[in-house]
């Protein structure tokens, strides 16, 4: 979790191929991806019935009703997958990047897209500020753009540079954008100066997800080299090397009181499981399995209780973080395999949001 919004990390295409700059490109699943038009419907776009139930009104997910989530909406826009998506503070509104160049803003009540925004060729990666002013939108094209959270209006360009960028996140106060991509280093920006802080290098790969501790003290990567690493942000040093996965690590998320970190594993492997740390010593703590494909992204409940995943297989599963179990399995788009994508929670619990795979995003509740 990035700041006071809830994110879903990216994904990355599951068909790859590795270029020789080490980073994954999209192969034969889907063979191309066009650039989308940003043209705001004038009537809502989702063939999906929503149910009649008012959101406001939902139960919190937990561990005990996980059972029952079902699809209350699907919003139609993106022309390609979602690599992530963050809910506002409030949880009022959604943003979504996209793999075919475009960042988009909904209105969650509707189910209308408000607003809209280019970031070519591929917008990949996606943080709020903790206040909810600033949007951070990393792409393919090695910049991190600047843009107004409430009217994706552009306001600067904070990098440009050649080499692809990932992911991003900024710290709890806001103070520091973390930066990870086809560099093989996270960089660490102080966004007061616009300066680079830190490099802190060590993994052998892409950097393909960053977040912060809850305290702001600790930030994790997840890379290509199949490790994910702790680094100590006041002495800008490794704390651990979480080792363990037995392909690239996608994904890495602290859960919100900073005990645990998860991470998940991808690519081109047969085994597809999800770790979870202990955050203070790096021990492992348990390995949770059952997916089929490889895991592109994760997300705690602000509870902490349940854990989601998301996967190539089409699924979206829940787990019970103290026990492992499988709580939930959500099919999410299972007429298209290799799907890449994120999950999220609302900031309040009651709404889970994924992506399907096909340019939709897939809201889920229980009612």
Known sequence: MKGSWTVARFGVLLVVMVTSCGRAAPAAEPTALPTETLVLPTASPTAFARPDVNLSDLPVITADNAGEVQQLDVLRGHSGP????AFSPDGSTLISSGFAGTVRLWDIASGFEVAGASHRPQATGLAISPDGATLASGGTDGRVILFDAETLEE????????LGIWDVAFSPDGALLAVGGVHNAVHVWDMGAREEQ??????????YGVDFSPDGA?????????????????GEMKIAVLEGHDAEVMDVVFSPDGSIVASCSGLIVERFTIRLWDAETGAELAILEGHTNAISALAFTPGGEVLASKSGEGTVRLWHVETGAELARLDV???RKYAP?????????????????DGTIRLWGVY
């Open 333 to 335: 788009m299972p007429s």
């Open 82 to 85: 979602i690599f992530e998506m």
């Open 218 to 234: 600790v930030l994790a990567s997840a890379s290509g080299d199949k490790n994910a690493r702790l680094w100590d942000l006041a």
């Open 198 to 207: 830190a490099v802190l290098q060590g993994h052998g790969n892409d950097i």
């Open 341 to 357: 994508g994120g999950v999220a929670f609302s900031p309040d619990g009651t709404l889970l949001v994924s992506d399907g795979g």
């Open 155 to 162: 306001i600067d360009v904070l990098i440009d540079q050649e």
